[in-house]
């Protein structure tokens, strides 16, 4: 049984936008620092982002910002991945992932233990 579970992804165009959704039955995900990670066919695993509790400061890759949004809904214990203007290299399987001791993504001790299965997202004309 994944303890983290990613949904919405599926086909999208060039331009377009898609919200990733990270929940769990185990964790009130209002208490911990979620991470965003993405990893494309034949490549590395790559982080998209990251959102702390409390305040929910964010951080970004690069290769996002200004593209993509992470949010929470602490009612329903759920983060989200906010995808817009999406791009073809933006093809991937994304995941999220949490260190059950930690709630800031600035944390230098974070060792992210619980994984969903992923979303697969796919950007095709």
């Known amino acids: 049984q994944l303890r983290l579970v990613e949904s919405g992804g599926g086909l999208v165009q060039p331009g377009g936008s898609l919200r990733l959704s990270c929940a769990s039955s185990e964790f009130d995900l209002e208490h911990y620092a979620i991470s965003w990670f993405r990893q494309a066919p034949g490549k590395e695993r790559e982080g998209v982002g990251c959102?702390?509790?409390?305040?929910?400061?964010?951080d970004y890759a690069d290769s996002v910002k200004g593209r993509f949004t992470i949010s929470r809904d602490n009612a329903k214990s759920t983060v989200y991945l906010q995808m817009n203007n999406v791009n073809l290299e933006d093809t991937a399987t994304y995941y999220c992932a949490l260190d059950p001791r930690s709630s800031r993504c600035e944390d230098e001790k974070r060792y992210l233990e619980v994984w969903g299965g992923g979303t697969l997202v796919t950007v095709s004309p």
């Open positions: 959102i702390s509790s409390g305040s929910g400061s964010r």
